[in-house]
């Protein structure tokens, strides 16, 4: 038995790369980063962070997640159908064909594939019966997606509550007195795979394409689904940490709200409906509860009577490597007072090869920075302020 379940895993591994969603995940990461390097460049004449940025971080929970959540979905006898699978491929790919990560929470991939799933089977498809149908869903399938959003909500909590602010995404935006302000973006990517159970006995038409084995009375195939993951939140009210684990703590406390409506419908079925009515209502009041939360405050990245905002520091630049980090304030350039960018660099370029930094910490507290600017550091150490370059 042992042997018959490791050949169809390395089976179910070697279908995976015939999954397009596969594929699709890898573009999706070319298309996230490259969109944000181009803005990066277009508003800081920089590029700040890496094209895989956003899912830096990501790949130790990702693994550990993939190991755990095979487990469950295999050994509870979690079961997706074909056209789950499908569906789930297909409402991925269009709610991130514009790069946007905004709606990869499982809230609305999984919420979206759950209702479709509802309403499919009463449609006239007789063009493609004869390889897919909808009437063969049950709910035992729906149970399954219920448990899927739950986990998957509980990973994306773990993902966004782990954000520091060296993890997030500087942008700048006109405020509504026309004036330059930062903000950050909150953002991120991961790919999390696991295995799972489709069933196959009602699919005669596609059961030759994959590896199945017998449990029981019925024919499952185990397959390794590709599943992509995101979230995306703009904040520019306070630092971007702060506001990172206020939403993941909420989004934890909506998972398990969901888990324990999702358990609970093993034995009173109906509560399935419930979990992703739940996953994608609390989804949007946590969305909305930030936004305005944020709205109500004063910009926390903006110009400054006396000194100039930390908006964000490039990885592994003087800045970076000096401690500076997001959020605080630089008083001083060589005992000299800075309220812009323009008088800092003046001030670094006539510094010679020493300089002073009078910097504010998050706790109002100032910490004197002394080092050498060598040749090879550009003058700008590395610094971006919520400020537009003087060429744009």
């Not at 070697?14 to 508003?43: C, D, H, I």
């Not at 990245?301 to 304030?329: C, H, M, Q, W």
């Amino acid at each position: 038995m042992l042997e018959t379940w490791l050949i169809e895993m390395a089976k179910g591994i070697g279908k995976f790369f015939l999954n397009p969603l596969s594929y699709w995940a890898l573009f999706l990461f070319l298309l996230t980063g490259y969109k944000r390097v181009k803005m990066e460049r277009k508003q800081f004449s920089t590029k700040i962070f890496n094209l895989f940025a956003e899912g830096q971080k990501t790949l130790i929970i990702s693994i550990a997640f993939s190991i755990i959540l095979s487990i469950i979905t295999v050994f509870s006898g979690i079961v997706l159908t074909f056209e789950t699978i499908l569906l789930i491929i297909v409402v991925t790919v269009l709610v991130s064909i514009t790069g946007s990560t905004t709606f990869l929470s499982a809230s609305y991939t999984i919420g979206m594939t759950f209702i479709l799933l509802l309403i499919l089977p009463f449609l006239q498809l007789s063009a493609i019966e004869s390889f897919i149908g909808f009437n063969n869903i049950s709910l035992i399938h729906f149970i399954s997606l219920a448990i899927l959003a739950g986990v998957f909500l509980l990973i994306e909590a773990i993902l966004v509550s782990r954000k520091t602010n060296r993890q997030t995404f500087p942008h700048l935006t006109l405020s509504h007195r026309g004036i330059w302000i930062g903000q950050h973006h909150i953002k991120g990517l991961a790919f999390i795979p696991f295995f799972v159970l489709m069933p196959i006995d009602k699919l005669s038409g596609i059961a030759p394409f994959w590896p199945y084995f017998h449990y029981g009375e019925q024919s499952f195939s185990l397959v390794f689904i590709p599943f992509l993951l995101g979230f995306h939140y703009r904040v520019q009210g306070e630092l971007p940490n702060i506001a990172a684990q206020r939403v993941g703590y909420a989004t934890f406390w909506l998972s398990l709200l969901v888990l324990a409506c999702a358990f609970s419908s093993l034995f009173f079925p109906y509560l399935a409906f419930a979990a992703i009515f739940i996953a994608i209502i609390g989804k949007e009041w946590i969305t909305y509860r930030h936004k305005l939360k944020d709205k109500k405050k004063p910009a926390f990245f903006s110009p400054l009577n006396k000194g100039i905002k930390v908006l964000a520091t490039i990885p592994n630049g003087p800045a970076d490597r000096l401690g500076i980090v997001v959020g605080e304030t630089i008083l001083k350039v060589n005992g000299n007072i800075v309220t812009n960018p323009t008088q800092f660099y003046e001030a670094l370029q006539n510094s010679g090869a020493f300089f002073k930094l009078d910097v504010l910490d998050h706790k109002g507290e100032v910490r004197f920075i002394n080092s050498a600017l060598y040749e090879e550091d550009h003058h700008e150490l590395g610094i971006i302020f919520p400020e537009k370059p003087d060429n744009q």
